[in-house]
Structures are given as structure tokens and as C-alpha cells.
């Protein structure tokens, strides 16, 4: 299974930035100890043209230089460095790279990536490109090299806080599905309209979510039919997190992606992995529920190397 990773471009953060910038690298470490089977790439740089699919000129210039009025990088919750550039570029590249291995071997994904704060001409919520965007859009592109058929692109966000960004980039674009599960009172506090939107109370617990999820992957299917799936497996969920004011335990979160994953897999969907946040009081927490998710991510990988009969096959 492909793991696209740049979590050796390490920001310069100030002492005491809330940001666990080293839990990319604890979970490519925990990765390459616990599962064998997952193979490690170096993400590539997405270039201008890619980003130039979602985002204005101007503001990938500005980010590429660092010409961009602070207030810009306050919102992103970065400061500006070339290390910050590099590392924006390179995580839309490892969604980019993930999706092509999704579309080939069923199942691939991004060690990082779901930046779905970000818009067209400005980031946020420590968003610099919108990775799940870029990712959509090229895809489409490339599709559309092969067939006269649009690509059309499902995004599960399960991250705690609300896809706005993705939401407003796709908001009239019918051949992208937005699906967003998330806190109501958590950040963004302005939520922009997605496809469908899920909001949910604080302190919610395994039953409810499940519950919802479930109905929102029914709706999801009555109203839409995808092709590919995107999928944002945020670790912030977690009842552990800092940041998530939700209550699932592991189990809950386990739970979570097998219902996605069976979902997919069912159709025969293929998956691109992204992770979203996760800011745990343990930051060790945060990593083993990703190391969690692609364990069963692999789980079903391997489903895809050995396809039953009877399934219609990928487009």
C-alpha cells in the first residue's frame, strides 16, 4: 500500500506553537515498524499549474515568496518561511500521488494532507493549499484526457472541524460531493454550505456518531455516484484531543473508518487516505489512532489485491 510522506520538511515554529508539527514523522515511524506492507514515498512538489486548478495566481506566488500581507499567514496560523512553502506543495503532492496509486491499486494515502481550510486565494486553520481540491480537479483532469466522462469525486470529511474551505471551492461544481462531519460549535464558527453538512453536539459519543455517519453515507449515495472517494480520517474526533470537544473512544474511531471503508469497498470505490487533524494531550494518542486507521486501511488494500466476483469493477 503507497504512503506519500514530507514530514522532512520541518517547519521553524515558535516555542510553544500548538501545532504537533512531529507527529507526521512518530507516525511514519510507527508505520514502518507495525506494518510491513506499507511502502514509503517522498511526496513530490505539486506545481503552479496543479494549485492553479483551485487557487488564484496571486496567492500561490505570494505563498511561494512570502510577499503575502501577515494577516494572511496570522489566518493560516503559520509564519512564512521557505520550509512552510515547500511543505504546502509537497502535501498537496502526496494526496495527488496517493489518488493515482488509488485509482490503480484500490486503496493509497497522503501520512498528512486534508488542508480543507484552505480556499481559492487564502488558507487557514494552519491550511496553506487545499489539498482534497487540487487532488478532485486533476483527477478530473486526467480522466477527462481518457474519456469524454467527468470524474465524479466524493469527499468524506470526518475531521472535527467543518470542511469550509473545500465546501466553498466546490460549492457549484455538481461532479464533487462535499460531506462534512463535525462538531456545530467548533472552528470554523462561520461554516460555509457543502453538499451535506452534519453538525453535531459537543460531548457526542460512538452511538450517535455512528448513527449519523451512517445516514450520511445513505444520503450521500441517494443523491450522488462516485466514482472516487477522499476520504479525511481526522484523529481529532477522538475524546483525547485538544481541540475536538468530541467523545469517541478508540473503538469508536475504529469503528468509524471500517464504516467508511466498507461503504467504498462495497462499490467498489477506490480511496484516497487523508489525516486531518489531531492535536491529542498525548500526542502519542493522536498517532496511534492514525497508526489505526491504516492499519485498517491496509486491511482493506489487501481486499483490493484479491478481488471477489460478482462487483462491478472501478470506472
Not at 28 to 37: I, P, S
Not at 61 to 78: D, H, K, N, S
Not at 150 to 177: K, M
Request: proline content about 5%; charged content about 20%; glycine content about 10%.
Amino acid at each position: 500500500m503507497h504512503a506519500y510522506y514530507a514530514d522532512h520538511f520541518v517547519l521553524p515554529l515558535p516555542e510553544g506553537h500548538r501545532f504537533p508539527m512531529r507527529k507526521y514523522s512518530r507516525l511514519r515511524d510507527r508505520l514502518g515498524a507495525e506494518l510491513g506492507a506499507v511502502r514509503f514515498f517522498e511526496a513530490p512538489a505539486a506545481s503552479d499549474g496543479e494549485l492553479a486548478l483551485v487557487h488564484t495566481p496571486a496567492y500561490v506566488q505570494g505563498i511561494a515568496q512570502g510577499t503575502l500581507p501577515p494577516a494572511v499567514y496570522r489566518e493560516i496560523g503559520f509564519p512564512w518561511s521557505p520550509a512552510m512553502a515547500e511543505r504546502a506543495r509537497r502535501s498537496v503532492g502526496a494526496t495527488v500521488s496517493a489518488a493515482r496509486a488509488a485509482l490503480t491499486e484500490g486503496l493509497a494515502g497522503n501520512l498528512a494532507g486534508g488542508t480543507h481550510h484552505a480556499s481559492a486565494d487564502k488558507g487557514g486553520g494552519f491550511c496553506v493549499f487545499n489539498d482534497i481540491a487540487v487532488t478532485a480537479r486533476l483527477m478530473q483532469a486526467e480522466a477527462a484526457r481518457q474519456s469524454k466522462r467527468t470524474l465524479q469525486v466524493a469527499v468524506v470529511d470526518l475531521d472535527v472541524h467543518q470542511g469550509n474551505g473545500t465546501a466553498r471551492i466546490f460549492e457549484r461544481d455538481p461532479s464533487v460531493f462535499t460531506l462534512s462531519l463535525h462538531g456545530e460549535k467548533n472552528f470554523p464558527f462561520r461554516k460555509e454550505a457543502g453538499d451535506l453538512d452534519v453538525g453535531l453536539p459537543d460531548g457526542c459519543t460512538d452511538g450517535p456518531y455512528l448513527e449519523a455517519l451512517h445516514q450520511a453515507l445513505e444520503q450521500l449515495q441517494g443523491r450522488f455516484d462516485p466514482d472516487l472517494v477522499i476520504y479525511l480520517a481526522g484523529a481529532d474526533a477522538h475524546e483525547g484531543d485538544r481541540l475536538g470537544r468530541l467523545k469517541l473512544s478508540m473503538d469508536g474511531m475504529a469503528a468509524r473508518d471500517r464504516v467508511v471503508f466498507d461503504w467504498a469497498w462495497q462499490r467498489r470505490l477506490p480511496v484516497v487516505l487523508c489525516m486531518g487533524g489531531g492535536y491529542g494531550h498525548d500526542i502519542e494518542i493522536t498517532v496511534s489512532v492514525q497508526v489505526q486507521t491504516w492499519t485498517l486501511a491496509l486491511e482493506y488494500w489487501q481486499r483490493w489485491q484479491r478481488p471477489q466476483p460478482g462487483v462491478r469493477a472501478t470506472s
